[in-house]
């Protein structure tokens, strides 16, 4: 007695059974709803890396200095009172959407995260954090 793959009249099976299917979407749907968040909240921040090539810039009109008396410089203009309004009225910030900062090595932290939320504020997507390499380390 042999045994038929299909129904009685020779043909095959013409439904597929798509529940572990949906199963397995539902199980990544509810992965991916979970993980999502997780992945673009925060700020994203790179550290400067002690063994960092001397990277020159070419347009220093694009760079934000803080001194380590909480002084902030925008194309060589003190901006300190009004740093938020500047950023913002930029035409350049607005259309190119990135920004060098530059901050002295006793410059307060606070100061340094002003300039990044000032930047944040203004729409700015690249943050680039200039350093002085440290040439002994590099031979």
Known sequence: M???LGNRRGRGFSDINITPLVDV?????????????LITSGL?????????QNTPVT?????VTVTKDEVIMFA????TADLESVLVSSERVQQE???YIRADKNARYGAVARV???????????LNLLVEPDLETLK
């Open 2 to 4: 042999g045994m038929s």
């Open 76 to 79: 060589e203009r003190d901006v």
């Open 59 to 63: 347009d220093t009109k694009l760079v």
């Open 97 to 99: 959407k990135e920004l």
């Open 25 to 37: 979407m539902l199980v990544l749907l509810v992965v991916f709803m979970v993980t999502a968040p």
């Open 44 to 52: 994203r921040v790179e550290l400067p890396n002690v063994r960092a």
């Open 116 to 126: 990044v939320a000032a930047a944040r504020a203004a729409g700015v997507e690249g």
